[in-house]
C-alpha cells in the first residue's frame, strides 16, 4: 500500500505518545482553541443572520417594498396596479396615500407617517394587521376618520381604541407663508404592535379619508404600494414599472427610507466577523509554538531520517502535515459542534430560561421574546476555510526551520 512518507511520519508524530507531555498539553489546547473559535463564531453569524431575518420581515413587512407614485393623484389606481401585477416579480399590490404630519393629544405632540390604506387590499402587502393587538384595521371605515396608531404612540400618549387625537398636516396655501397647518379629528379604532421603531413613527388612516384631507377627487390616491418576491430587487423592479408607465410616475422603494439600517446591520455583522476571526487566528498560530516545541523535541528523529536519505522537502512536509491535522480535527468539531448549536440556539436559551426561572429576552424590553438563529451554510463553509488556511499557514515556519537542520549538528549530544 502506498504512504506518502510525509504524510505516514507526520500522522504517527501527531497519534504517538510524546515524552514531553507539556507540548502534548499545549497541543490539545491549540486544538480545542480552534474549535472554540469556529464554533463561537458560526453561532454568532447566524444569531445575526436571525436578527436581520426578524428585521425585514416586520420591519419590511410594514413599509412598501417598492410604490409607483403619480406626479398627480391617481383617479384610477387599479389600472396601475394590473399594470404592475404583469411583472412576475411583483406578488400582489395596493392603494396608498403617504402624509407626513404631526399628532397631537392632550398638549403633547410627535412627528408621525401616516399611510392611507384600503383595509380590505392592505393585507396583501402588509403584515400589519396581523400585528393589532386592539381593535382591528377594518374599522378604518370612510368618513369617519379612524386611524390605527402604532404600540409606542399608544403608550407615549396612554391611549387606547376609542380615544381621539388630532392630526395636523401642512397645506400648500396662497397666504405669505406658503404653507398653512391643517388640523382633523382622529379616532382611535386600532393599536399595533411589531416591537420596532416603526411602533412609534407609522399610523394608517383609510385611503378615502386620506384623499378628503388633501382636497382630492373622491378615490384618488398618492400611488400604488408593491410586494414583491424578492425585496431586494426592488429598485430595479420599480423603476422598470414606472418606466413603462410614463413620465407621469416615478418609483420609491423601501431602500430609500430603511436603507441605512440594514446597511448598518450589514456592517455590523462584517466587522464582528472580523473580531471573531481574530480568535481563530489566534488558535491557529498557536499551532507555531507547538510545532516549533515539538521540532526541538524530534531533532534526534530529524537527523535520523535525514541520513537514511529524507529530502528537506520531505522533513518539511512531515511536520506541516502535523501541524495541519491539529488544524483540521479543530476546525471539523468545531465546525459541526457550532452547526448543531446554532440549529438548537432557540431551544438551548429557553431550556436556560427555565432553568434559571430568569427570561433572557422579554417581550417589553425587546421586539422579539426568542433568540433567532438562521444558519447559512455559506458562513460555515468560509468560517472553516480560514480556519483551515490559518492552520496551515501556521505550519510553515516551523517545518521550514525543521527541514534546515542539520544532522551532524542534531546528533553531536546524542
Known sequence: MFRPLPLFIGARYTRAKRRNHFISFISMTSMIGLSLGVLAMIVVLSVMNGFQREMSSRILGLVPHASILGVQPLSDWRSVADAALKNPAVVAAAPVTEMEGMLSYKGAMQPIQVSGIEPAEEGK??????HIVQGALQDLVPGEYGVVIGELTARRFRLNTGDKLTLIVPEISKAPGG???????????????????LDGSQAYINVADAAEMQRWAPGSVQGVRLKLQDLYAAPQVSKAIAGQLGDAYHADDWSHTQGSLFSAMKMEKTMIGLLLMMIIAVAAFNIIATLVMVVNDKGADIAILRTIGATPM??????????????????????????????????????LERVSGQHIFTSDVYFISSLPSQLQWGDVLMICTAGLVMSFLATVYPAYRASQIEPAMALRYE
Open 125 to 130: 402587502v402588509s403584515i400589519v394587521g396581523q
Open 179 to 197: 404653507i398653512t397647518p391643517r388640523m382633523q379629528r382622529l379616532t382611535v379604532v386600532g393599536i399595533f404592535k411589531v416591537g420596532a421603531e
Open 314 to 351: 520531505q522533513i518539511m512536509g512531515t511536520f506541516m502535515v502535523q501541524g495541519s491535522l491539529i488544524g483540521v480535527v479543530g476546525t471539523l468539531i468545531g465546525g459541526v459542534l457550532g452547526v448543531i448549536a446554532a440549529i438548537n440556539v432557540s431551544q438551548i436559551v429557553g431550556w
